[in-house]
């Protein structure tokens, strides 16, 4: 054992009456305080990281469709408005093939 007696004053209510008061209505108060919502907290500390992750599943999703992007082909035929092609078509009585009704119409797969 210690030899050293331990000073209990703190806890004499009848030493210091407005000092033991303000520690119990301290003490209370901060028992009686709500307690911060779990769930926030948690969000708060984890957010910046899975907004993180969110972007990069975002990115790799997308990075298909980014890479398979095709580039439009600038064709004579394109460039012409296709109602005004059909109506000079149709002016000069001529009958064009279906291939190039198709190209005329944006088709992909047109030949």
């Given at each position: 054992?210690?030899?050293?007696?331990?000073?209990?004053?703190?806890?004499?209510?009848?030493?210091?009456?407005?000092?033991?008061?303000?520690?119990v209505?301290?003490?209370?108060?901060?028992?009686?305080a709500?307690a911060?919502?779990?769930?926030?907290?948690?969000?708060?500390?984890?957010?910046?990281g899975?907004?993180?992750?969110?972007?990069?599943?975002?990115?790799?999703?997308?990075?298909?469709?980014?890479?398979?992007?095709?580039?439009?082909?600038?064709?004579?035929?394109?460039?012409?408005?296709?109602?005004?092609?059909?109506?000079?078509?149709?002016?000069?009585?001529?009958?064009?093939?279906?291939?190039?009704?198709?190209?005329?119409?944006?088709?992909?797969?047109?030949?």
């Amino acid at each position: 054992m210690d030899d050293q007696r331990l000073d209990l004053s703190a806890l004499d209510r009848h030493g210091d009456p407005v000092r033991y008061r303000q520690r119990v209505s301290a003490l209370a108060a901060a028992a009686l305080a709500p307690a911060p919502h779990p769930f926030l907290h948690e969000f708060m500390a984890w957010g910046r990281g899975a907004v993180a992750v969110g972007a990069v599943l975002a990115m790799v999703t997308w990075l298909p469709v980014w890479s398979s992007a095709r580039k439009p082909q600038a064709t004579a035929s394109r460039s012409v408005d296709p109602v005004l092609q059909v109506a000079a078509w149709a002016q000069a009585g001529a009958i064009p093939s279906d291939a190039t009704l198709l190209a005329i119409a944006g088709a992909p797969d047109a030949r």
